[in-house]
């Protein structure tokens, strides 16, 4: 079992980035698989990207292929989000997801994949 816990959302202006930390303190935490999904207001939760339990594969939604991109730090407990590029309808609230390490086929789009959940950072875009 761990606890994911979000970091720094924040405001930025369209074009600009910010980098979001998915961190927990259980170790096990490394061999987790991690999925990133956002919330606007009104709207649905969607998936915006995902890092495999291996750490060997990372998969992006089409929103925000080529603007977004995962990294880990082991020695960190830490995953991390980098938004590029930002623009007003990245506006939401982002949640870190976590989930135990398994077999082959893993739907990493799917919110009901995910075992254990942050309590989301908040990201606004500024046109």
Same mark, same amino acid.
């Given at each position: ?5 979000? &970091?720094?959302? *924040? ?7 910010? $980098?979001?930390?998915?961190? !927990?303190?259980? =170790?096990?935490? %490394? ?20 890092? &495999?339990?291996? *750490? ?7 929103? $925000?292929?080529?603007?977004? !991109?995962?990294? =880990?730090?082991? %020695? ?52």
């Amino acid at each position: 079992q761990v606890q994911p816990v979000e &970091s720094g959302g *924040g405001l930025a202006q369209a074009g600009g980035s910010l $980098t979001l930390s998915c961190t !927990a303190s259980e =170790r096990t935490f %490394n061999r987790y698989g991690v999925g990133w999904f956002r919330q606007a207001p009104g709207k649905t939760r969607e998936f915006v990207a995902a890092l &495999s339990w291996t *750490g060997s594969s990372t998969y992006y939604a089409d929103s $925000t292929r080529g603007r977004f !991109a995962l990294s =880990r730090d082991n %020695n960190k407990n830490t995953v991390y989000l980098r938004m590029n590029n930002l623009k007003p309808e990245d506006t939401a609230v982002y949640y870190c997801a976590a989930d135990s390490p398994g077999a082959s086929g893993w739907i990493y789009y799917n919110a009901l994949t995910y075992d254990y959940w942050g309590q989301g950072t908040q990201v606004t875009v500024s046109s």
